[in-house]
């Protein structure tokens, strides 16, 4: 039940600030498709832990910021390696750990790999990431495990 409240306050919020509208009427429209749209996702069963993951917290806002710097940090980085004659590409296959409990914190870390350039995840399996990184540094940052540690943070 408290998936479905918190889906349907995050729809109607999403949809009162994408709108711009706040009349009565348009806003009781907005509220009934939010209903209407919330009632086809739990028929559809896809309301649960997994499709609207509200027990990540507000430790998932710091982890997604922290997530957007690295991903800005390694775009220069890469964007750098491809423009400068004086470096070249040296990629390699790497196995890194994930310490991660559950599914989709595992999935979070792999995607969070992903969506950072010069790192691509290749496959997920019994807690072991394949992955391919663009430079030697791409996986010894990896290797390190901080994203791995924030992950886990998240998800505790």
């Known amino acids: 039940m408290i998936h479905v409240i918190s889906l349907s306050a995050a729809l109607f919020t999403t949809w009162l600030l994408l709108s711009g509208h706040y009349s009565p009427l348009i806003m009781g429209f907005g509220a009934a498709s939010c209903i209407v749209v919330v009632a086809i996702c739990q028929r559809m069963d896809v309301v649960d832990h997994e499709g609207h993951p509200i027990q990540l917290g507000l430790g998932a806002l710091w982890y997604w910021i922290w997530l957007g710097y690295q991903i800005t940090k390694c775009n220069f980085e890469v964007a750098w390696l491809i423009v400068s004659p004086s470096r070249s590409a040296d990629p390699r296959m790497v196995r890194v750990k994930a310490s991660q409990h ?24 019994q807690r072991e990431l394949l992955v391919h990184a663009l430079t030697p540094e791409a996986a010894e940052d990896l290797e390190a495990g901080a994203m ?9």
């Open 102 to 125: 559950s599914p989709v914190a595992q999935v979070m870390y792999a995607n969070s790999i992903t969506l950072t350039p010069g790192t691509v995840t290749v496959e997920l399996q």
């Open 148 to 156: 791995d540690r924030r992950v886990t943070a998240v998800e505790l």
